[in-house]
């Protein structure tokens, strides 16, 4: 049986071969382990892997699985084909990023330009005797930014557009 799970972004591609009950060898790329698996509960598992013994824990909820090795947490989401694959044939749209309130432009950070950070700030709004750092909503280009510095802006207007 074949399958992939993904890792910090990374995927990795499984080779699972039943040998005995049990008794299983997986490949992983050009590395093989054998792994034999005692099921102590519902939710424990006592692993034998090359001779190495690991005591796993596994608990799930709706979002992820939480797993215990040895003691050592780790946190695996849980996400469907189609979540995992539309993120990597997602295709980058141009995106307008308007103000909800009026304003005074405080500071320009960024020019039509230059690269852009998901969450990176690009202006600073003032509004209400606040300042407000307007952020890109997602990773691009700076195609057009609309106020320059000290210019007031009514709610709604276009501040900046990332493509």
Do not use: C
Request: proline fraction near 1%.
């Amino acid at each position: 049986m074949n399958m992939s799970f993904w890792l910090k972004n990374k995927e990795f591609k499984l080779n699972l071969v039943e040998r005995e009950k049990d008794d299983i060898e997986v490949s992983l790329g050009k590395k093989k382990y054998h792994v034999s698996a005692e099921f102590l509960s519902a939710d424990e598992v006592m692993l034998n892997i090359n001779g190495k013994i690991h005591n796993v824990i596994i608990n799930s909820n709706s979002t992820f699985y939480s797993v215990y090795v040895n003691r050592r947490f780790f946190k695996i989401e849980k996400k469907s084909a189609v979540q995992i694959l539309g993120k990597k044939s997602e295709k980058k749209r141009k995106r307008d990023i308007k103000t909800s309130m009026p304003g005074r432009i405080v500071k320009v950070l960024l020019k039509e330009g230059d690269d852009v950070a998901e969450g990176q700030a690009v202006l600073i709004l003032e509004a209400m005797k606040m300042q407000n750092e307007i952020k890109s909503l997602q990773s691009g280009k700076i195609t057009k930014i609309e106020p320059k510095a000290g210019e007031y802006v009514e709610a709604g207007s276009l501040l900046f557009t990332v493509s």
